[in-house]
């Protein structure tokens, strides 16, 4: 486990604090603890049960190479998810939802390509040849192909699976995943529907405290999973180091007999 989860953490952080009571969604009435001054009380043990379990899947992930792409475009959570997922190198959404994102994918990679388009005309000089007018439309373009696909200009194929903050935020790009059969890891607060997501965090969604502290425990499995795709690899590279050296004649009647 990147980090145990501490339920003290969780409290401090206001993991804790649902939805006013009117507006709940029956289908998260197991992750309730309690009502007090008409908000739902979120059961925090059960948060910290569903975050190791989550955590336990994207550490996989993140070890297999595949990507996990972040989504947050509400205020109070974008730069905390822009933050969290470029520490751990992986892309994310944090402006608007372009439809299409996933179940259009070749479409988002053309947009991208076009930004690299316009990066090359302003190294090979290209850029210099066209009129003021022309530069400042390309600009306007590049600038806003940044803004919305800037994050996930390197991720050149359809993510393995989405982290989201708020699912009825991001419904959409739930939506597109859900019919791509892409695993959604999520935290839902108690006004959301947890049946939409494969991996559910109930939390408050809302709070920034709330989101920061479930994202540095999510992007710290995240980070064990590459740690631990790179010492597999330094692994590899180490064993086949002594089989080259096996060439010796004097050892290797002895390396036969315990391969046998």
């Not at 000089?125 to 696909?149: H, V």
């Not at 089989?243 to 391969?259: I, L, N, Q, R």
Request: contains cysteine; glycine residues 4%.
């Amino acid at each position: 486990m990147a980090n145990k989860i501490e339920v003290k953490e969780l409290l401090e952080a206001g993991v804790h604090f649902g939805h006013m009571t009117r507006k709940w969604d029956p289908n998260m009435a197991p992750y309730i603890y309690m009502e007090r001054n008409g908000i739902h009380i979120i059961n925090l043990y059960k948060t910290a049960a569903k975050i190791e379990e989550a955590n336990e899947a994207l550490k996989k992930i993140a070890a297999s190479g595949r990507k996990v792409l972040f989504v947050a475009t509400k205020k109070q959570a974008k730069d905390i998810v822009a933050e969290k997922a470029a520490a751990c190198n992986m892309p994310y959404i944090t402006e608007r939802w372009p439809g299409g994102m996933l179940t259009n994918f070749v479409t988002i990679r053309k947009a991208v390509k076009k930004m690299a388009s316009i990066d090359r005309m302003k190294k090979d000089g290209t850029f210099d040849t066209l009129s003021k007018k022309e530069k400042l439309q390309i600009d306007r373009l590049r600038a806003k192909l940044e803004k919305n696909l800037g994050s996930i200009a390197d991720m050149s194929r359809i993510p393995a699976a989405l982290f989201v903050v708020d699912i009825k935020a991001e419904h959409i790009a739930v939506k597109e995943a859900k019919k791509l059969n892409i695993p959604v890891f999520a935290m839902v607060d108690t006004n959301s529907d947890p049946r939409e997501v494969d991996y559910v965090i109930p939390a408050n969604d809302d709070a920034s405290k709330s989101i920061e502290k479930i994202l540095s425990l999510v992007t710290d499995a995240v980070k064990d999973g590459l740690a631990n795709r790179t010492s597999e690899k330094e692994t590899e590279e180490t064993v086949e180091t002594p089989e080259v050296a096996t060439a010796a004649p004097e050892v290797a009647p002895v390396e036969t007999k315990s391969e046998e």
